[in-house]
Structures are given as C-alpha cells and as structure tokens.
C-alpha cells in the first residue's frame, strides 16, 4: 500500500526545494536529499536516487531554455562531460559499498561548504575575446548589457579536474555539481557567469544519468519516491525562473542558509547514531 | 582563400544555431514526455492502490509491463524517459558534429556516450 499523504507531501516537498532553489540559484539536489531523510525518513541512498532522477529533470529544463537562448558552449560542456560522467561512474559505485552513516556525514559537510558559498559574490576572471577560427571559445548575446560576448576558453586542465570532482559529488551525493563547476570556469578558465551557469546546467543532466543507471539496478530508485520528487522539483523550479527575478532574494538567501546549516547539523548528526527532530 | 574561410565560419555558425535549436527541443520534449507518462501512472496508480511497489525490475520487462497498464511499470518508464534523455542529447550532438565534419568534437561526444554506455554495463552487472 501507498499513503497517498506521503506522496503528496513528498511532492510538495519537491515543490519548495525546487522554488527555493532557482530563486537563489541552487539545483534542488541539496536541498532534497537532507528534506527526503530528515522529513521523511527515507533511507539516504534512495533519497540520493531519487535527487539523481529530480536533478535530471531540472537540469534539463533549464538547459533546454540557456540552449536555445545559446548562452551554453556546447562544445566546452562535450569536453567537460568526458570528466564528469567518469567521475560520476566512480561516485555512483563507491556510493554503494559506503554506510548510510558515513553517507550522512559526508552530505551533511558539502551541504555546510554549498552554504557558505552561496554568500560569496560571484565574480569573473578576465575575459579574453575569441579568435574567429576557435571552435571551444563561445559567444553569447548579452540582453542585459545589450552586446554580443565572446570569450576564450583558458586553462583546460583545471576544468577537467573540477568536472571531475564535480562528478564524483554527482554520482556519490546526487547533487548538480554546480558548486565546484561555475567557479572552476569563471575564475580558472575565464568563462563569464552567464556561459559558465548554462554550460553546467548543460552538463548536469548527462552527469547524472553516468550514474543513474547505477542506482537503479541497484533498486536504489523508488519510483514512489522518486517520481513525485521528480515532478515537484520541476513544478517548483519553473515557478521559481518566473518569480525570482520580482522579489528580493537577500534575505531569502539568509534564511535557506540558516535552514541548510542547520540541516547539516542534523545529517551530521546523524551519522553518529544521533537523530534530532 | 580567406573568402572561402569566411564562408566556411559563417556555415559553421549556421549549423551551430541550428544544433543549438535541435538540442532545446530534445532537451524540452524529453522532459515534458517523461513527466507526462510518471503522472499517467500516478493516476491510475491512484484508482488501483494496490499495485504501489517501492521496488524497480529490468527495463526490458518493466517497458513490457507498461505497454499492458501496469500503473508501477508507467511510473518508472516515465523515470526511465528522463534518464535517457541527456543520453539521447548526447547522440544528437554526435550527429551534429559529424554533419559539421567536426571531427574532433564527435570523438569527444562519442567518448562521452561510451561513458554512459560503459555505465548501463557496469550497472548490469
């Protein structure tokens, strides 16, 4: 049997994560996988799945608008992708010889690091025109700054070591990878924010599946968890892309960062047998 | 000489816009497909209660299953649809480059997808 109340609030859950999550520029992935174990009890390494098959329908998303809008460099996110999804490989199946305690611990420490950085600015490094013939280099129409932005893809070993960190967090945690990928391109490979956001987004979707397939033989995909999740996050990004830039997202910020840090506590916790409601 | 070069850039320019617009739709079809058939099988799940399952069979048999309206089996084939979806943005990717004779890129793009398909094997096992 199903209680269908469950389901309905994991989708409602799946909701709040999404909207909280493109107002302040997180995929939903940190957010859900603490709610879906704290909140729901859920065992972490389905609540993980189920973040992996939610990240995948975020991701996509909103990929499919920065591409059409063509602020993602497909050919940088290719070159990229060949890291992420080996690192997500590995990710996904150390996941599974790793205790749900120690699982606990580990998601509870990035969650307080993604935290921390959300109240850093997000800043560029120097942005270098392409040449013409350059086929990584990217270009992008500014609507804001009302130009066309090209720029040079530097240093191409530091985004390959980043993706693939990026993708070990993926595989092992179910989140985007968001965190270590943007900063690896604006600061290590001089990208500008807007290409750097899209072309991860871009990324997220395939690095997610290198390991998807992994936890669903491993019957680690609740579909009954997994689905609502799924269509709530979704639900609640697209809300979230259309409300975020009406409102002031300073003091929502504080606040999620408040409510993580303290989710953290909790999945830190409980790695040492400790639960806290 | 650089009049060809030139004509050349703008081509490729062309086919990137296009394959820019190509992968907007797969990533948007793929997406509203899979959402479209979990809510179908949530749905009928809703009037037959008694088919939740919390657990997931080999895909083969789990596709069969929903051809025939098992509520579990449509649920998971919809969850199945958004796993493949990045995979199949992969293949129209492959098929872009190797349209703008960007060789480079396919082998790159074919890298990527043998990663993912070294994945599904690892996961059989």
Redesign the interface.
């Known amino acids: ?2 209680s ?1 109340a469950t389901f309905l609030g994991i989708t409602v859950l799946g909701v709040a994560a999404g909207l909280l999550g493109a107002m302040v520029g997180l995929g939903g992935g940190i957010l859900i996988v603490p709610l879906l174990t704290l909140v729901f009890r859920e065992p972490i390494h389905n609540s993980i799945g189920a973040s992996i ?1 939610a990240v ?2 975020t991701s ?2 909103a ?3 920065y ?2 809008e ?1 602020f ?1 460099n ?2 940088l996110g ?2 990229l ?2 890291f992420t ?2 690192g ?2 590995v990710g ?2 150390v996941a599974g010889y790793i205790s749900k305690n120690v699982l606990s611990g580990i998601f509870g420490t990035v969650m307080i690091l993604v935290a921390i950085t959300l109240f850093r600015r997000k800043s560029e490094g120097k942005i270098i025109p392409k040449d ?2 350059d ?1 990584l280099g990217g270009s992008y129409h500014d609507p804001y700054l009302h130009k066309d932005v090209t720029y040079k893809v530097r240093n191409i070993p530091i985004g390959l070591v980043a993706s693939f960190l990026a993708g070990n967090l993926s595989g092992l945690l179910g989140v985007g990878g968001g965190v270590i990928k943007v900063p690896a391109m604006t600061l290590g490979m001089g990208i500008p924010v807007k290409a750097a956001t899209a072309t991860s987004n871009f990324m997220i ?2 690095t ?7 936890y ?4 680690m ?8 999740t ?2 709530g996050v ?1 639900l609640g990004a697209r809300l979230g892309a259309r409300v975020a830039p009406r409102i002031h997202t300073r003091h929502l910020l504080s606040i999620l960062v408040v409510v993580m840090l303290a989710m953290a506590v909790q999945m830190i916790l409980k790695a040492f047998g400790i639960e806290v409601r | 000489m650089s009049n060809e070069n030139a004509k050349a850039a703008a081509e490729r320019k062309r086919v990137d816009v296009d394959l820019n617009q190509i992968l907007h739709y797969v990533l948007l079809v793929g997406v509203m497909a899979s959402i479209a058939v979990m809510l179908l099988g949530l749905v009928l799940l809703f009037f037959n209660p008694g088919a939740a399952s919390h657990h997931t069979g080999p895909i083969v048999a789990t596709v069969v299953a929903a051809f025939h309206g098992n509520p579990m089996a449509i649920i998971t084939v919809g969850i199945l649809l958004l796993m493949m979806t990045p995979a199949i943005r992969v293949v129209t990717c492959i098929i872009g480059f190797l349209v703008e004779r960007d060789w480079a890129y396919t082998a790159i793009a074919v890298a990527v997808a043998l990663v993912l398909t070294f994945s599904i094997f690892v996961a059989a096992e």
């Open positions: 049997m199903v269908f098959v995948i329908a996509s998303a990929a499919s608008t591409v059409g063509g993602s497909i050919r290719m070159t992708e060949t999804t080996i997500a490989v996904g199946l013409p013939d086929r979707g395939v997610a599946v290198a390991s998807a397939f992994i669903y033989s491993r019957g995909i609740d579909p009954l968890v997994a689905a609502p799924a269509i979704f």
